[in-house]
């Protein structure tokens, strides 16, 4: 484990805050956003998981394999062939 630094609790508007020195950002990897948990008497700060990370990478090969098509059959109806404008 690292060295502790002792910092003050910040009013930040009607919230109050802890101003994280630029050294601890570094070593943690911390750059945006941040998922705090409450454990025994602990603030954990991590850093939030990046959701849908390569998303986009893996439907494009998806699209090159024509492995991109409907697993449910669409079955239209009356209403979509007449009422529905597209």
Avoid: C
Avoid at 46 to 60: K, M, N, S, T, Y
Avoid at 66 to 86: I, K, R
Wanted: proline share 5%; glycine share 6%.
């Amino acid at each position: 484990m690292g060295t502790a630094i002792r910092t003050k609790i910040v009013k930040i508007g009607n919230s109050q805050g802890v101003r994280i020195p630029k050294p601890l950002l570094e070593q943690s990897g911390i750059h945006t956003e941040v998922e705090i948990e409450v454990y025994s008497d602990h603030l954990i700060v991590r850093p939030a998981p990046r959701l849908r990370v390569g998303w986009d990478e893996a439907f494009a090969a998806m699209a090159e394999q024509h492995d991109d098509v409907l697993l449910d059959d669409v079955s239209a109806t009356d209403w979509d062939q007449v009422e529905w404008e597209w």
